[in-house]
């Protein structure tokens, strides 16, 4: 078991295989204090980490300075309105108007196993994985029952946080705000680290040294959003990706959230994540229970590689789930970028028939094959199939893919409506809107009130009938507007504050409706590009849509920042056309086959239309895919070189887990004459072994190619790029 507590000490202990979380409880009232987060120690003593002796800190004992205490005390979870005057986790409002909230220690729990979180996404393990502890805390005034939950995996570095807030009282009681964990870290010297972007350009890596003051980054948009992702890190200021300290968070969540790093008047930092505040008041009436969504946090203590190696794992041993979970996917080909609105079947099976004869395996109709869509102004919400275009039928087209030996996909936005819909001319008081106040469109849309169970089963019931009518096996979830008038017909004045996390609640509910009605579905999940790309869909879709930006050189920075926390068998990625449509760059087709391996790997292209060269690289790029996909999906990543930092190349290493191989991908993004070949320090070998280049039939120790090193692959022009494939042959 990963979890003690140590009775006399008063002390809880996690532990996992490199690292311990130590929580202590302070004086008579029992307050709760958070002790360490780091390297793994042993047990003995580790009290004196509960550091209440030193200046200016006043023990809570003494009550004429009790705010003193307050607000220097490094708190679990901290609560507003009682002296600590940092940012606080929990604000509740009384009927009576206070809001002022205080928690002490009653009693915990520690057991094998973990619980799932209802309703909502979460990271999963047997009993014999992880263990739990559940410290549950009151507020004797307000009779409010407070229970921190923590997780200790036994084959990964992370721990995981949630809480459940449970009314005792008979008054109702408002949450203002629920947030899901708080770090307290000694010291304010770090870099704060956060993924930030807009359409197109997802997940930029952002960093920057912390100081005094607020730092965050949040979403009000309803979804994870494309502008900041739900990931803070704050590392030592000159760790790198082998080296220093690095304390992460992110959050299983895809709504609005808060992550922020507050350097606090005494040189500590107390870092907060969980639903956004802004928009949120959630009415827990007297014994009902709200559940904080879950937090997963990582400590690194060899930089930033080794915290995404912990993320990769934890998401995927412990949150993706499915058929294919931990299965090769089908090469797709998507229609979007191929045809946009302007596609019927031929059209359709003249792609899919030139597809399959290259060993394309999958077809996905992607947008506008329903109601009256032939462009993005009407007839979401009408989930019919328009036989105008698809005359036949949909099961007709995907009988005929079928025939070609290739599966079928189809796309839906079930959380949107059109105006000019018959769903909205039905029922418009379903959008979400404020009264009297003209509701704000968005690409000519409005979001649907998903929050409302009559909402999710007409739409459910619409998809489930056409996923019923045909053997289809692939749905993309697209949702292509932010929410904002945020206005439910279906809630009164005292609850308008849920709707936000209703609205995802409702989500996770029928996404979940989706996968367990059909059990060997492959969903993908998708928000205008990458606007919901986070843990909290992973639970739902073992693959996301990374960006609308298929460019292979914006790609780069792209999946640089998204593969910081998410594997590389979650990132959606596919060959497109040149001119690129988003960026309007010419890249050579072997490079977008390269950066596109780095992720799911498929087309979104009209192969019958693409030059004759690029389409007779498509069976060798397919080749390539069977051959490295088990590798790139399973095996650890290593960044070597990041473009955004350098401005000339980039590259990146995955290695088998049992060292047995690696492939480099190294791109040349601008080149250079008359300059010196680089050195690609290799990582993740065993040093003693003989490694062989499966292209030059060299041969080097692992200790040489990581230590000394490799030189970097001939290419010429800009965007060319090669793979490296090194395999072990001795001990
Ligand atoms: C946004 C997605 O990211 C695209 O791939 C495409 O599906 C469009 N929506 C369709 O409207």
């Not at 191929?338 to 019927?344: E, G, I, P, S, V």
């Not at 025939?403 to 018959?422: A, H, Q, R, T, Y």
């Not at 979940?512 to 909290?536: M, T, V, W, Y």
Request: net charge negative; proline share 4%; with cysteine.
């Amino acid at each position: 078991m990963g979890i003690k507590y140590f009775e006399e000490e008063k002390v809880f202990k996690l532990d996992s295989k490199g690292v311990s979380y130590v929580i202590a409880l302070v004086d008579e009232e029992q307050f709760v204090g958070h002790a360490y987060f780091g390297k793994k120690l042993s047990d003995h003593h580790v009290r004196h980490l509960m550091r209440l002796n030193e200046g200016p800190l006043v023990p809570s004992k003494n009550n004429r300075d009790r705010a003193a205490f307050g607000d220097a005390f490094p708190f679990e979870y901290s609560t507003h309105g009682v002296g600590d005057f940092r940012e606080s986790c929990l604000k509740v409002r009384t009927s009576r108007g206070h809001e002022a909230c205080s928690l002490v220690y009653v009693s915990h729990k520690i057991y094998t196993g973990k619980p799932a979180l209802a309703g909502l996404p979460a990271t999963f393990g047997k009993e014999d994985e992880c263990s739990t502890l559940e410290l549950t805390c009151i507020d004797p005034v307000l009779k409010l029952e407070v229970t921190l939950v923590y997780s200790v995996f036994e084959d990964n570095d992370a721990i995981t946080r949630s809480v459940r807030i449970k009314n005792t009282a008979k008054e109702d009681i408002f949450l203002e705000k629920a947030l899901s964990a708080c770090l307290q870290l000694d010291g304010l010297d770090y870099d704060y680290i956060t993924l930030h972007g807009s359409w197109a350009r997802e997940r930029h890596i952002d960093r920057r040294p912390l100081s005094h003051g607020k730092h965050s980054a949040s979403s009000l948009r309803g979804e994870s959003s494309h502008q900041d992702q739900p990931f803070i890190a704050l590392t030592t200021p000159s760790a790198t990706q082998d080296f220093g300290e690095v304390y992460a968070m992110n959050f299983v969540y895809s709504g609005n959230f808060l992550a922020q790093a507050e350097g606090c008047q005494f040189d500590t930092t107390r870092v907060v994540m969980g639903i956004n505040p802004e928009n949120f008041c959630w009415k827990l009436a007297s014994g009902d229970e709200f559940i904080c969504p879950e937090v997963a946090m990582v400590y690194s203590d060899a930089g930033l590689g080794k915290m995404t190696r912990t993320f990769h794992d934890l998401y995927r041993n412990h949150l993706i789930r499915g058929e294919y979970k931990d299965k090769k996917r089908p090469i797709l080909i998507n229609n979007w970028e191929a045809t946009y609105f302007d596609f019927n079947t031929d059209k359709l099976l003249a792609i899919a028939k030139e597809a399959s004869s290259l060993g394309i395996e999958m077809l996905v109709m992607d947008d506008g094959w329903f109601g009256r869509r032939s462009d993005d102004n009407s007839s979401l919400g009408d989930w019919q199939v328009n036989e105008e275009k698809l005359s036949g039928g949909l099961s007709h087209l995907v009988e005929e893919v079928n025939k070609l030996g290739m599966k079928f996909g189809i796309w839906f936005e079930p959380e949107m409506v059109s105006p000019d819909s018959d769903l909205y001319r039905a029922h418009p008081d379903w959008a979400i809107q404020i009264p009297d106040r003209t509701a704000t469109l968005c690409r000519n849309q409005y979001v649907l009130d998903i929050s409302r169970k009559e909402v999710r089963d007409t739409v459910y019931n619409m998809i489930k009938s056409v996923l019923s009518s045909a053997n289809i096996e692939y749905v993309k979830w697209d949702m292509n507007r932010p929410l904002c008038d945020l206005g439910s017909f279906a809630l009164d004045a005292e609850h308008q504050g849920e709707l936000s996390h209703r609205y995802m609640l409702g989500v996770y509910e029928l996404q979940e409706r989706l996968i367990s009605d059909f059990p060997h579905l492959l969903l993908e999940n998708c928000s205008g590009g990458g606007a919901r790309f986070d843990a909290g869909m992973l639970y739902y879709s073992p693959q996301i849509w990374c960006s609308d930006d298929t460019d292979a050189i914006e790609r780069l920075s792209i999946q640089e920042g998204t593969s910081l926390i998410y594997p590389l068998c979650s990132m959606g990625a596919h060959v497109s056309d040149c001119p690129n449509h988003t960026v309007g760059r010419r890249t050579p087709f072997s490079t977008r086959g390269h950066v596109a391996l780095a992720g799911t790997f498929g087309y979104e292209l009209d192969v019958t239309r693409i030059p004759a060269e690029d389409r007779g690289m498509i069976p060798s790029q397919v080749a390539m895919y069977h051959k490295y996909n088990d590798l790139v999906r399973t095996g650890d990543y290593y960044r070597i070189a990041n473009y955004s930092e350098n401005h000339q190349y980039d590259c990146w290493e995955v290695a088998a887990k049992d060292g047995s191989e690696i492939l480099i991908t190294y791109v040349e993004v601008l080149r250079r004459a008359n300059f010196k070949t680089r050195t690609l320090r290799l990582k993740g070998l065993d040093p003693n072994a003989v490694y062989e280049n499966e292209e030059t039939k060299e041969q080097f120790t692992g200790d040489v190619l990581m230590y000394g090193g490799v030189q970097s692959p001939e290419t010429w022009g800009d965007f060319s790029s090669r793979l490296m494939h090194f395999i072990k042959i001795s001990k």
